[in-house]
């Protein structure tokens, strides 16, 4: 039997999946007989830690990734990582960057800067061929050159075989025709609405080994078809479905204001009703981020585009706040560890070990430590804008050892995310708005996008006007 769940924000969906799997394992189902499969390495792990059981009891808890990873026992040496695709590049004249390097949240799609892998890639989700998904015209022309776009796809293939290499749809593939696919009782997949068809097809192959499956997500939450993720698959699979209609997240008001962005999506979508807190909540506009006190409360600050989110971190550092942007502190870690470790030195000299001393000197024109002076006067090698604003963050009573009470992110990279004060920069920028005139699957993209980023409100969300009123979108 097939079930599946659509759970609007905050309605809970993996909570729903976890009782179920606990549900199944007290009326008998041995746990090696669960699978668990999660969008992010992230949450499988968060998923393993709801479950009453130790790790080694729950084998399948993971991503597909590692589902087919280590089903088929393949060697780490043996798998792509971002050094290869750039060392690739780099022999074709190519400069590529990724902003997930080693990929350590395991999604299901390689984040990299290079326009060429976003469409190889992206024809490879989609079980399509290059030809094709260059032929769609998805892309910035300027910044595609077509005849080294297959020059590059035939070498890829070519590294990859030469060394032995497998990227992640590799797996998936050779998964999809392994005769030695574990049997289950019950496969619970959560995020389904990103799964791509090249991962459709991996769940129509494990239809044939358990008895049950439990399918979770939300359409109105797609936001990686951009990526090769088909939303439309999710909707149309047949099963049983059930709505989950508290959400324990979104204020009353800010539901309103979600409402907006997904009554404009003009393809397949769910029609859901859902119930938000009794908390009213609010929502405003602002000019600038100055208008609100970022002094107290926890806040997450979201962007379209990354170059945005660049831009406010820049003002949130000149204004002496601390955040953070995914794991990264907004200060220099290395130098705040010299001085916490100097100060320990000023109250016993004798508490650092050798190397603890070095990286102490390393910011004086000291050959050893002798004076107890003040950290800032005896740090003069250290960048002096970055010495005044520790200096600053710490006279402003900030714990720099925790993470940091205002967050920095684009939308996508939040996805499931949330804060009880958001501030969603309504910046969209010319080239998106130039993708979305194209069709109009990218324009629903677009509309979920934004769903999703009001979404991640709890309480309070401020809508971050623009200087420009053509490049910003309207909520």
Same mark, same amino acid.
């Given at each position: ?343 320990? +030195? ?7 070990? %050798? &190397? @603890?001393?070095?990286? *102490?000197?390393?910011?004086? #024109? !000291?050959? /050893? ?5 003040? +950290? ?7 960048? %002096? &804008? @970055?010495?005044?604003? *520790?200096?600053?963050?710490? #006279? !402003?009573? /900030? ?15 939040? &996805? ?60």
């Amino acid at each position: 039997m097939i079930y599946k769940y659509y759970g609007p924000p905050g309605t809970g969906k993996t909570y729903k999946l976890i009782s179920r799997a606990k549900a199944y394992h007290r009326t008998g189902t041995p746990l090696h007989k669960i699978g668990y499969f999660a969008f992010t390495r992230k949450a499988a792990e968060e998923a393993k830690k709801r479950m009453p059981a130790e790790e080694n009891q729950i084998p399948y808890f993971q991503t597909f990734h590692s589902f087919a990873y280590k089903t088929l026992g393949i060697n780490e040496e043996n798998v792509m990582q971002p050094m290869h695709y750039q060392m690739l590049g780099n022999n074709l004249g190519i400069r590529i960057k990724f902003s997930d390097k080693n990929n350590k949240e395991e999604t299901n799609y390689l984040r990299s800067d290079s326009e060429y892998f976003r469409i190889i890639q992206r024809a490879i989700n989609k079980d399509t061929t290059v030809r094709h998904e260059y032929n769609l015209g998805e892309y910035n022309r300027k910044e595609i050159d077509k005849i080294l776009l297959f020059h590059l796809y035939k070498n890829f293939l070519a590294y990859k075989n030469s060394y032995g290499l497998y990227d992640f749809n590799d797996m998936i593939k050779l998964l999809i025709h392994y005769d030695k696919i574990p049997k289950f009782d019950v496969i619970f997949i959560d995020e389904a609405q990103d799964l791509s068809p090249l991962q459709w097809m991996l769940y129509d192959v494990l239809k044939n080994y358990t008895k049950d499956i439990y399918l979770a997500g939300d359409d109105d939450q797609a936001i990686f078809a951009w990526a090769g993720a088909d939303v439309d698959r999710f909707i149309t699979e047949p099963a049983k479905e059930k709505v989950l209609i508290y959400s324990k997240r979104v204020s009353s008001t800010i539901q309103s204001e979600s409402v907006k962005p997904i009554s404009r999506i003009r393809g397949l979508r769910k029609p859901k009703v859902y119930y938000p807190r009794s908390d009213k909540g609010s929502s405003s506009y602002i000019s600038n981020i100055e208008q609100v006190d970022l002094n107290k409360g926890k806040w997450l600050i979201l962007t379209r585009i990354r170059s945005q989110a660049n831009d406010i971190m820049k003002i949130l550092k000149r204004k002496n706040y601390y955040y953070m942007h995914k794991k990264d502190k907004s200060y220099s870690v290395k130098l705040y560890k010299a001085i916490k470790n100097y100060n320990k +030195w000023v109250s016993n000299p004798d508490s650092l070990d %050798e &190397k @603890e001393l070095k990286d *102490i000197l390393k910011y004086t #024109d !000291k050959t /050893e430590l002798k004076d107890r002076l003040d +950290w800032y006067t005896l740090f003069t090698k250290a960048h %002096e &804008k @970055e010495k005044y604003y *520790i200096r600053s963050l710490l #006279d !402003k009573g /900030e714990n720099l050892d925790e993470d940091a009470r205002i967050r920095v992110s684009t939308i996508h990279s939040i &996805k499931g995310g949330e804060e009880d004060n958001v501030i969603l920069s309504l910046h969209q920028g010319l080239k998106i708005q130039r993708s979305i005139r194209k069709s109009n699957e990218k324009r629903d993209e677009e509309d979920r996008v934004w769903y999703v980023g009001i979404t991640r409100a709890k309480n309070n969300l401020y809508k971050l006007k623009t200087n420009n009123k053509l490049t910003e979108y309207n909520i």
